[in-house]
């Protein structure tokens, strides 16, 4: 399985982005897929998790309310949509798969699949 995110840029702060990661190789409905995010000096840190089969969706306090996680297996992609996004949402973005099909996994273990990553730059 190979994971390729996309969508990230420059966005002024209040504004929107919609991340996308599409999935090559099948997804199985054992996984949950999900996305986390690193900024400048700091450890990467869990966003947004999806059920791939099940659709169950577990987010962070951090942006929980800000961001919606869904996914299309028509597709095989995952995506974020991010809503008034802060300065402090700066960070590069990842998605990432794990075999498991409880979505708060994906919170605590290590995932089997990372993509790479996506900038994500908020302006004030």
């Known amino acids: 399985v190979q994971l390729q995110a996309s969508g990230g840029g420059l966005v002024q702060a209040g504004g929107s982005l919609r991340l996308s990661c599409a999935a090559s190789?099948?997804?199985?409905?054992?996984?949950?897929m999900g996305w986390f995010r690193q900024a400048p000096g700091k450890e990467r840190e869990f966003v947004a998790a999806?059920?791939?089969?099940?659709?169950?969706?577990y987010y962070a306090d951090s942006m929980k309310g800000r961001v919606t996680i869904s996914r299309d297996i028509a597709k095989n992609t995952m995506y974020l949509q991010m809503n008034s996004l802060k300065p402090e949402d700066t960070a590069v973005y990842y998605c990432?798969?794990?075999?498991?099909?409880?979505?708060?996994?994906?919170?605590?273990?290590?995932?089997?699949?990372w993509g790479q990553g996506t900038l994500v730059t908020v302006s004030s």
């Open positions: 190789g099948p997804i199985l409905s054992r996984y949950s």
């Open positions: 999806i059920g791939w089969g099940n659709l169950s969706t």
């Open positions: 990432a798969a794990v075999q498991s099909t409880t979505v708060r996994a994906m919170a605590v273990m290590d995932p089997n699949y």
